[in-house]
């Protein structure tokens, strides 16, 4: 009788996705390892790149070099834009991927508790978009006060 090799599929390459993948240990399984972006971001440097301390490939890591030593884990670039629980299948904005397994690994977004209007006073610092527009205000910000006219109070 044919047995077939589990297939895992793991959504999100974040601490959460990766710690799965370096840590599960089932020779025979084939997992796949799924992100929107080809990098694992470490997030709590983002506020260094923000603060033009660091910049963005410092805290960017390829997640094909992370889990190198996992022959097991393929990594694949898509968008996950829903789930088909029952049939145990992952939509993508580039087709669709079955599992017998699935580990949702996705983070958390930005909440500004109920108003919508804070948000462009508070921008969210999750992305190293994030990080990149909120340095180009500031730095701005620094140019501008360079070219005034009048002196500080
Ligand atoms: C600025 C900042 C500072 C922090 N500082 C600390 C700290 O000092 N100490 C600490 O313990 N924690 C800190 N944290 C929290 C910590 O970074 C998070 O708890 C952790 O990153 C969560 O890991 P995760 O794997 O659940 O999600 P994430 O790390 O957010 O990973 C989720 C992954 O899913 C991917 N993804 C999301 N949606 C999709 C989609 N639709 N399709 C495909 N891929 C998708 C993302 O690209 C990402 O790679 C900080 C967080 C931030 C934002």
Redesign the pocket.
Known sequence: METRNPHIVV?????????FCQTFNHRAARVTL????N?????????QV?AAGLSAPEIAQP?RSIVSDHPNVTVLL????GLDLAGKVVR??GGTLTYDCLVL????C?SYFGPPEWEPFAP????LDD?LGIRRRILLAFEKAENASTAAP
């Open positions: 959504l999100g390459a974040g601490f959460g996705g990766l710690t799924l992100d929107r972006q990098h694992h971001l470490f997030q709590p440097l983002l506020y923000a997640i898509d968008q996950v834009t993508l904005a690994a996705l983070g958390g930005t969210g610092l999750k992305s990080a």
